[in-house]
């Protein structure tokens, strides 16, 4: 396998650096290591098949030959460590329980209809279709290492206080809670609803996170958006203070409100901040993508899981929703072209594999980069044109962020190893 270089084996010319090239140490190899990979003459779309990847990884590995000095991005045997710490403190995530999702909320407002666009790739417009949901409908999302979990989508009308609802059940093991409000109908059974469901689900469990999606915002003007999002808020938080002490439950418990739609990317942005807060691993990544994006001057760097465009982590500059869009909307775009152009035999069933990469460049001195991590990630970045100019520098930080992130993967792996034997050995017992 023609993996990148271990950045520990290189020494560092000219002293220690805080995680990877700086544009200072870089001058003299750059426009070298540019026109070794061929990347000055790049048209304005590039989309990088299995050949152009060979090369890449051909001429990546000759430069290891010749040894350069790298400096290393990030210092795997700390990342492992914080890894095992996040895992092991995380209780049910870590393992073989999958954390659990419900998606609750009243009759028709939509929970099916997020769940199928955003998990299934159906078409917005066909749910217009879908038939009300009468029983809890359980699935399992195991995209990738990071991404593995399940969701229940509850039908419209639950009873909490029928004797077949098993609230210790339900919620018990339940990671998040996503109540869907359907903001193009009266909200205020919603809110009672929305009320009942908090309380009966934090007495159970108060570790769940609640989410609160609100719903359907397509064609709702901006300022009426903020208007209904106050108001559900507002009415919300008198209820809980109202009877936080019959439920015996705190006033301020911690309520994230979304806006979204299934016909933009606001339930894919909204869905992925939920997820984010079940990956235990979550400081590790956006430390890495951090040091990626500061050690080679990106704009922003989003890490994506290709099948659900969800992006499970990004660096801490803030998120700007044009531009996640754009990064999101590029892994379409490079998916689809690789179906056409980059399969490399018929059997081939997904388009996306390790020699997947991409460059859009746009006519505001923006490029776009996806580059592929592994066969379920991808990075999509933001640069500007003049920082793109440094391409070296900026693919051998990616080979070492790729790398780091495999270490990531693989610590978890032991960890799940480890416990499973734990588990067959108790029973064993
Ligand atoms: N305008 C708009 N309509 C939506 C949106 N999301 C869902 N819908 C529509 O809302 C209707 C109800 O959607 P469902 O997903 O079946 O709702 P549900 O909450 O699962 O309904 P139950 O199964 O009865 O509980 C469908 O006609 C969807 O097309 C949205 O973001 N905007």
Known sequence: MNSPPLYQDYDIDGGPHDGGFNDDDEDDYDDTFANDYGYED???????????????????????????????????????SSVRNITNGSGSTSGNDKPRILLMGLRRSGKSSIQKVVFQKMSPHDTLFLEST???????????????????????????????????????????LVFVIDAQDNCVEAISKLHQTVCQAYKVNPNIIFEVF??????????????????IQQRLQEELADHAQDNQIPQNIPIRYQLTSIYDHSIFEAFSKVIQKLIPQLPTLENLLDMLVSSSRLDKAFLFDVVSKIYIATDSAPV?????????????????????????????????????????????????????????LALVCLINKSNFDKIGLINYNFQCFKQAISQVFEVRDIIQAQQKQKKLLNTSK
């Open 42 to 80: 790049e048209d304005e779309f590039q989309i990088h098949t299995s050949s152009d990847a060979k090369n890449f990884e051909r001429k990546s590995i000759s430069r290891k030959e010749n040894s350069i000095n790298f400096s290393p991005v990030t210092n795997i045997a700390s990342t492992k």
């Open 320 to 376: 700007d929703n044009t531009t996640y869009e754009l990064c999101s909307d590029m892994i379409d775009v490079v998916i689809d072209v690789s179906c056409i152009y980059g399969m490399k035999d018929q059997n081939d069933s997904f388009a996306y594999d390790e020699d997947s990469s991409s460059v859009i460049k746009l006519n505001n001195d923006t490029v776009l980069y996806l580059r592929e991590v592994n066969k379920y």
């Open 214 to 231: 609100i719903h359907k915002m397509d064609g709702i003007s901006d300022d009426l958006k903020i208007q209904i999002q106050q108001d």
């Open 134 to 176: 009468n029983k809890i409908v359980k699935n399992d999302i195991s995209n990738n290492s990071f991404v593995q979990f399940q969701i229940w989508d509850f039908p419209g009308q639950i009873d909490f206080f029928d004797s077949t609802f098993e609230s210790d059940l339900i919620f018990g093991g339940c990671g998040a």
